[in-house]
């Protein structure tokens, strides 16, 4: 039941939702400058500057109205300075960039400009400018639909509106402009705005921590229930959510060709060939350096993988970064401090197969499917059923019962019955394949 002051909270949490745009309205026509580290510590792992280039392009695409009209792929050794590049690249880059009449802003792919290289950037450039980090967060403003999921958003803004106010603090100072101090208060005019966003920020944490602890009661009445539960995780737009739909026949869920089209985490019941009912969640897509803060805000979310029973990983074979994006995936999950087991029973499914003519999965034990055709399902299906027995301790059994007791409603109600062959005769039946925990079957057979 929801608390009295349920309203309450609601009204307050809405409150803590309510800011301005992080990106212009309207069309975009967006000038990509990728700064090439080829060495040291800042040289990114795991991909390639034509790989970064082609994943940022897709951010900015996905963006109504935007659009990529250049690209520029840039070497610098310096990517920690404040202007990103040498003096010769830079003038190089600037030269360029104004001799574009046609665009409206530069995107940076960098995970986050410090707010002094911002304002040097667009003073040089005449333009604003982005990075990955405003970017990546606009898009999860737009798809965020539950509260959770856009509390957790404006909790990843948090430090961006601390970078903010810095620099506008800075640059009245810099204008000379007002008094430093609120009146009577004894407080600066900066002490009291970062009073403010850590009052926001710590309400916003207490939200999360209310719908955290609703969570966390939904998973004990599913533990208690015996769902097992299998989380679906993956690259982003791998076909995580067409996955879902093709394997429960949900119609409700409706995949979206958009990356972080699904940022909420949400469970789809499904029924595996011995007619065992199990639990997809499926999750929020991974991403090539996914800036840091992003993770943390969703690190709640992500503590339902922990709690699974089972993880299937959805890859796109037919991308051509497709092993870069498995390593990334993987690298994501690690962090995540993932109990070992879970790690060691994943299942790898390798979807989109029918963009692939001829295709064959070279990694032992993994599946190849169309979730879109249907293809390869029953295979995948048959496999999962497998895991999730290993996972959770089901057993498969045939078990003889006697009609004239309450043996066979006991099973019906605790356990899933695939077949009942009676035998009038004798008075009994044979239950033919039940799903069944090892505690359930030990109860079984102390009661009966």
Same mark, same amino acid.
Request: glycine letters at 6%; hydrophobic letters at 40%.
């Given at each position: 039941?929801?608390?009295?002051?349920?309203?309450?909270?609601?009204?307050?949490?809405?409150?803590?939702?309510?800011?301005?745009?992080? %990106?212009?309205?309207?069309?975009?026509?967006?000038?990509?400058?990728?700064?090439?580290? #080829?060495?040291?510590?800042?040289?990114?792992?795991?991909?390639?500057?034509?790989?970064?280039?082609?994943?940022?392009?897709?951010?900015?695409?996905?963006?109504?109205?935007?659009?990529?009209? =250049?690209?520029?792929?840039?070497?610098?050794?310096?990517?920690?300075?404040?202007?990103?590049?040498?003096?010769?690249?830079?003038?190089?880059?600037?030269?360029?960039?104004?001799?574009?009449?046609?665009?409206?802003?530069?995107?940076?792919?960098?995970?986050?400009?410090?707010?002094?290289? #911002?304002?040097?950037?667009?003073?040089?450039?005449?333009?604003?400018?982005?990075?990955?980090?405003?970017?990546?967060?606009?898009?999860?403003?737009?798809?965020?639909?539950?509260?959770?999921?856009?509390?957790?958003?404006?909790?990843?803004?948090?430090?961006?509106?601390?970078?903010? %106010?810095?620099?506008?603090?800075?640059?009245?100072?810099?204008?000379?402009?007002?008094?430093?101090?609120?009146?009577?208060?004894?407080?600066?005019?900066?002490?009291? =705005?970062?009073?403010?966003?850590?009052?926001?920020?710590?309400?916003?944490?207490?939200? %999360?921590?209310?719908?955290?602890?609703?969570?966390?009661?939904?998973?004990?009445?599913?533990?208690?229930?015996?769902?097992?539960?299998?989380?679906?995780?993956?690259?982003?737009?791998?076909?995580?959510?067409?996955?879902?739909?093709?394997?429960?026949?949900?119609?409700?869920?409706?995949?979206?060709?958009?990356?972080?089209?699904?940022?909420?985490?949400?469970?789809?019941?499904?029924?595996?060939?011995?007619?065992?009912?199990?639990?997809?969640?499926?999750?929020?897509?991974?991403?090539?350096?996914?800036?840091?803060?992003?993770?943390?805000?969703?690190?709640?979310?992500?503590?339902?993988?922990?709690?699974?029973?089972?993880?299937?990983?959805?890859?796109?074979?037919?991308?051509?970064?497709?092993?870069?994006?498995?390593?990334? *995936?993987?690298?994501?999950?690690?962090?995540?401090?993932?109990?070992?087991?879970?790690?060691?029973?994943? *299942?790898?499914?390798?979807?989109?197969?029918? %963009?692939?003519?001829?295709?064959?999965?070279?990694?032992?034990?993994?599946?190849?499917?169309?979730?879109?055709?249907?293809?390869?399902?029953?295979?995948?299906?048959?496999?999962?059923?497998?895991?999730?027995?290993?996972?959770?301790?089901?057993?498969?059994?045939?078990?003889?019962?006697?009609?004239?007791?309450?043996?066979?409603?006991?099973?019906?109600?605790?356990?899933? *019955? =695939? =077949?009942?062959?009676?035998?009038?005769?004798?008075?009994?039946?044979?239950?033919?394949?039940?799903?069944?925990? #090892?505690?359930?079957?030990?109860?079984?057979?102390?009661?009966?």
């Amino acid at each position: 039941e929801e608390p009295e002051d349920a309203d309450e909270e609601e009204e307050e949490e809405e409150e803590l939702l309510r800011r301005d745009p992080l %990106l212009p309205a309207g069309t975009q026509r967006v000038f990509l400058v990728h700064p090439d580290v #080829k060495w040291g510590p800042g040289k990114p792992q795991m991909t390639t500057a034509t790989w970064q280039v082609a994943e940022a392009t897709a951010l900015v695409h996905t963006l109504d109205g935007w659009s990529v009209v =250049q690209t520029m792929v840039m070497s610098t050794k310096t990517p920690t300075k404040k202007l990103i590049f040498g003096k010769g690249n830079f003038e190089q880059l600037t030269e360029t960039i104004r001799g574009c009449p046609e665009i409206t802003s530069v995107f940076l792919n960098v995970e986050r400009m410090a707010a002094p290289t #911002k304002k040097e950037l667009e003073a040089a450039w005449g333009l604003e400018v982005f990075d990955r980090f405003t970017i990546v967060l606009h898009i999860f403003r737009c798809h965020a639909r539950t509260r959770e999921a856009r509390l957790q958003v404006a909790l990843a803004e948090i430090p961006l509106l601390r970078s903010n %106010l810095r620099n506008n603090i800075a640059h009245q100072d810099h204008q000379g402009g007002g008094s430093r101090y609120i009146m009577g208060s004894g407080e600066s005019f900066m002490q009291v =705005q970062q009073r403010v966003l850590r009052e926001k920020e710590a309400k916003i944490r207490r939200a %999360l921590e209310r719908l955290r602890g609703k969570r966390r009661l939904l998973c004990r009445q599913r533990t208690r229930r015996e769902f097992p539960v299998v989380s679906v995780v993956g690259y982003t737009n791998c076909g995580k959510t067409t996955l879902i739909k093709a394997l429960t026949g949900d119609v409700a869920v409706q995949p979206r060709d958009q990356l972080f089209a699904t940022l909420d985490i949400t469970a789809h019941a499904g029924s595996l060939p011995s007619h065992m009912t199990v639990l997809y969640m499926d999750t929020i897509g991974f991403l090539s350096e996914l800036p840091h803060g992003l993770i943390e805000s969703f690190s709640a979310t992500l503590e339902d993988v922990a709690h699974s029973d089972l993880i299937l990983h959805v890859r796109d074979v037919s991308h051509p970064e497709t092993e870069r994006q498995k390593a990334s *995936v993987l690298s994501s999950l690690r962090s995540l401090n993932l109990p070992g087991p879970l790690l060691d029973t994943m *299942v790898e499914v390798h979807n989109k197969v029918d %963009l692939v003519p001829g295709y064959s999965p070279t990694e032992p034990h993994a599946v190849a499917i169309s979730a879109l055709l249907g293809s390869g399902l029953q295979q995948l299906k048959a496999d999962l059923e497998d895991a999730v027995l290993r996972a959770t301790g089901r057993q498969l059994l045939t078990l003889r019962v006697h009609l004239a007791g309450a043996q066979l409603s006991w099973l019906h109600r605790e356990a899933t *019955v =695939q =077949q009942v062959a009676v035998i009038p005769e004798e008075g009994v039946a044979e239950v033919q394949v039940i799903i069944i925990s #090892k505690s359930a079957y030990g109860k079984f057979r102390k009661l009966f």
